[in-house]
């Protein structure tokens, strides 16, 4: 039976993989074992943003090196989802999960992982987008013995954005197509879920009809994938407990109430935060003007992950949070979600 570890480790630089090597050449954790790694580089998060194919490349090099397994095969298998951008109070690093073999009746945290099909431009931000999530989401389940959509906590994908000239694909405008793309991965979650019904999460609602929203979906994307790639969290029978996600959804960006709730869910030692948020695409928070939409010096997601990086690291008494942007359908609009990942003591 399996048991589920995390472990949060910082990194000097996007491709420095030291803090890993340690704990693999100490023996506290084997190679063998890692099945996903969920991180923050400090890049810009756009998609020219090469930290997180330096970081990936960098992480099955390492792994490659100490299971004899040939680097891409890792990198087949291994779900690795990295948002660049570190704004403000937010530290670069990266979460380690890995799975050992153990013994036990009880039910526990859960960790599965798939991969669709290799996604070509012209699907991106498409139904095609959409089938392949929700059938990687089900396998996901499956691979972790989760058998009800209920006992999911969050499913953590890492979308496509598209590669070279994407004349066939939905647009030609390069940050439109990755909001396809999370959008996409995001409306394939709720419908693998039941959190949006079927015949809603179509692709002409996409980006449109943000009533059609998952408070169990954090999307990201970039050009370092080719495939979705799916890591889905929930309970489950034969997993060795201690473990628990705390996940509860922003109504705002303001929503500090909503950060508080998923921190309560999950008492314990933090292991780790993620957060989705989203500019209200209103250009108003509660009523009041913000300015993130339009300044044209400093990238609208850039203002969101400083000032949501702020509030959730106030939170916790830690700046090493995940916080990514671009939460469409991802939570309430205009406000996202937040996970926190605890060990019980």
Avoid at 33 to 47: H, M, S, Y
Avoid at 76 to 104: D, K, N, Q
Avoid at 194 to 223: F, H
Avoid at 245 to 262: E, F, I, S
Wanted: hydrophobic share 50%; aromatic share 4%.
């Amino acid at each position: 039976m399996p048991s589920l570890a995390i472990h949060r480790l910082p990194m000097a630089h996007p491709g420095d993989l030291s803090a890993l090597a340690a704990l693999i050449e100490s023996g506290r954790l084997r190679a063998g074992d890692v099945r996903a790694v969920i991180g923050k580089t400090e890049g810009n998060g756009g998609l020219n943003d090469f930290t997180r194919g330096f970081f990936t490349q960098s992480l099955m090099l390492l792994l490659a090196a100490h299971t004899g397994e040939a680097a891409a095969a890792l990198t087949a298998r291994i779900p690795c989802v990295l948002s660049g951008g570190t704004e403000g109070a937010l530290s670069p690093h990266y979460m380690v999960f890995s799975v050992a073999e153990a013994t036990t009746a009880e039910t526990g945290l859960a960790l599965g992982t798939a991969f669709s099909p290799v996604m070509p431009n012209a699907a991106i931000g498409r139904e095609a987008q959409i089938a392949a999530v929700a059938e990687a989401v089900q396998a996901a389940m499956a691979d972790a013995g989760i058998a009800r959509a209920a006992d999911v906590a969050l499913v953590q994908v890492k979308a496509p954005a598209g590669r070279g000239g994407d004349a066939a694909a939905r647009t030609r405008d390069a940050k439109v197509l990755m909001a396809l793309s999370r959008a996409a991965a995001a409306f394939g979650v709720g419908r693998a879920l039941g959190d949006i019904a079927p015949a809603a999460a179509r692709e002409e609602a996409l980006l449109s009809d943000y009533a059609l929203y998952s408070n169990r979906a954090s999307i990201s994307s970039g050009v370092e994938v080719v495939c979705n790639e799916v890591i889905v969290f929930g309970r489950a029978p034969g997993w060795v407990p201690g473990l628990t996600a705390g996940v509860a959804p922003m109504r705002d960006l303001l929503d500090l109430a909503g950060v508080q709730a998923a921190f309560a869910a999950a008492p314990g030692e933090v292991l780790g935060v993620i957060a989705k948020g989203e500019p209200d695409v209103s250009g108003r928070i509660r009523g009041h003007r913000h300015t993130m939409l339009g300044d044209t010096d400093i990238d609208a997601q850039r203002h969101l992950r400083g000032a949501l990086g702020a509030i959730v690291a106030a939170v916790a008494g830690d700046g090493r949070v995940f916080v990514s942007g671009g939460a469409e359908h991802q939570g309430p609009p205009g406000g996202g979600l937040v996970c926190v990942f605890s060990r019980a003591v």
